[in-house]
């Protein structure tokens, strides 16, 4: 589809908020175009990446979050943690987490952050669905009081994990 198509498709939906995600979205060169686009025409505009590419592509009105990738994902070597320093407010940080290992190297990139007030970005920690009870990682969090927001991978509980698209 090109751009015109999608805003069409978008349009049709008559809702204001669009999240574009999937892969990685900034592997596709127009992303930050449509990102772009859809600020301009009013919509509020989510862009959920895996944090391997440079996010200061993007607009920075777009909310980015950087999906870090944690040592069980076996992409940990993909993530360019400089995207930390690109960061800006209204960003968001998510980690999924498939065991205290993840959580430990979760806490250890968090220590990188350099922003005078890294707490201008939340950070999500989400259980990996399966791999870990929420129960537990709720514990460690509370257990280290770590300033983070537990986030379940809703789309797993609403329908089937292996579902793809809508």
Known sequence: MDLKQIMQKIVSYGYPLVEITGGEPLLQKDTPDLAKHLLEAGYEVLLETNGSQDISRVDSRCVR??????PSSGEMN???????DRLTPGDEIKFVIGDRKDYEYAKEVLSYIKHPNPLQFPVHLSPS??????????????????NVRLHLQLHKYIWSPEQKGV
Do not use: H, M, Q, Y
């Open 65 to 70: 979050i950087l999906d870090v990738k944690c």
């Open 78 to 84: 993909s993530n360019d943690l400089t995207n930390l």
């Open 129 to 146: 669905f399966g791999r870990i009870k929420p129960k537990e990682l709720a514990g460690w969090i509370l257990g280290d009081r770590l």
